[in-house]
């Protein structure tokens, strides 16, 4: 059975570092063609997919925003780590990881993050 | 970029009728779409991808189709727990992208 779940603070300030732990059992990122990505949702509003991390170490970002996207996995503990620098309010989201390498098969429940001071 | 459009935004629709969902790409996306369902308060549910497969576990009653532009998801003989919020998504090019999703509610 494929399971990731997401970790990470609720609440960061404005100008803040975000980092977001997904951590998946099920399947190994070390395996040919394997990938994860993290995807977003503002309250109420429409998804939007931020990075992907594959099998082989290649990474892939948001173009609107790669310069505070990092995207790193450690393949021994089974784990993603996204981290994003200079929050800001509207970066107030719901924060998914999520299996695929195109379409997402597998999404973890998500973590709400709050930007506020 | 290429930007998803969904229509309609909103689907009002009498449980065992049938609802028709459409998706536009702003260019070609081949027929790397998928579609997901997403419900209150859930992590979103993959349904369809390459435009037109079942993921594992999709009852029958949900079909996708469409290539290029335009796409669409059908869900016939509609269940009360098919109303809920539904998303497309191109991964035939970098970012991807979702489209801004359509509600399906019960009318």
């Known amino acids: 059975q494929v399971t990731l779940t997401e970790s990470g603070p609720a609440l960061v300030k404005p100008t803040q570092t975000l980092t977001l732990t997904c951590t998946f059992s099920?399947?190994?990122?070390?395996?040919?063609?394997?990938?994860v990505s993290w995807i977003r949702q503002p309250p109420g509003k429409a998804l939007e997919w931020l990075a992907r991390?594959?099998?082989?170490?290649?990474?892939y970002y948001s173009t609107s925003l790669q310069t505070r996207l990092t995207i790193s996995k450690d393949t021994s503990k089974n784990q993603v780590v996204l981290t994003m620098t200079n929050m800001d309010p509207v970066d107030t989201a719901t924060y998914y990881c999520?299996?695929?390498?195109?379409?997402?098969?597998?999404w973890g429940q998500g973590t709400l993050v709050t930007v506020s001071s | 970029e290429r930007v998803m459009t969904q229509f309609p935004a909103t689907l009002s629709v009498s449980p065992g009728k049938s609802a028709t969902l459409s998706c536009r790409a702003s260019?070609?996306?081949?027929?790397?779409l998928a579609w997901y369902q997403q419900k209150p308060g859930q992590a979103p549910r993959l349904l369809v991808y390459?435009?037109?497969t079942m993921a594992t576990g999709i009852p029958a009653r949900f079909s996708g189709s469409g290539s290029g532009t335009e796409f669409t998801l059908t869900i016939s003989s509609l269940q009360s727990e098919d109303f809920a919020v539904y998303y497309c998504?191109?991964?035939?090019?970098?970012?991807?992208?979702f489209g801004q999703g359509t509600k399906l509610e019960i009318k």
């Open positions: 999520a299996r695929g390498r195109g379409r997402f098969d597998t």
């Open positions: 099920g399947f190994s990122l070390s395996t040919n063609g394997m990938s």
């Open positions: 991390i594959d099998w082989d170490a290649d990474k």
């Open positions: 260019q070609s996306v081949g027929s790397n």
């Open positions: 390459g435009a037109s």
């Open positions: 998504q191109q991964y035939n090019n970098w970012p991807y992208t």
